[in-house]
């Protein structure tokens, strides 16, 4: 375990993590994958959701630029609470699947089916039970 964040550490330390044994013993010594890493072990019609948690400069370009090499395009769909930065990777490239989530929402609903950039939308689960008039089951 550490105290420090993610963005704090280099890429060696991070892998020098378990990944695996707070699930089972049977995960024990897995390490935690770069997305490249991760994009590479994608196979048939597996797909994959990356969450993104930060934006810093250029790494809209970093992400975008990883998908494409690793042709998952159709494959990915990025999730992230900061809608600009979902634009951003929308503006890169057309084809990568957005995903806008959403801890709470106030106003009409209908206004957020209108953002372009915006493929689908992940909802709170309250955020659903307060407006279950738009829930088709």
Known sequence: TSNRTV???TLVEIKRFDAGSWFSDAYSGEKIPTLEEALEALSGNVGMFIELK??????????VSIIEEANAESKVKVLSFNINLLKDIKDINEDIETMLLLDTFVGDIHNLSKIEYIDAYGFNYQVVETNNQYVKI
């Open 7 to 9: 963005e704090s550490q």
């Open 54 to 63: 930060t934006n810093y400069p250029g790494s809209d370009e970093i992400i």
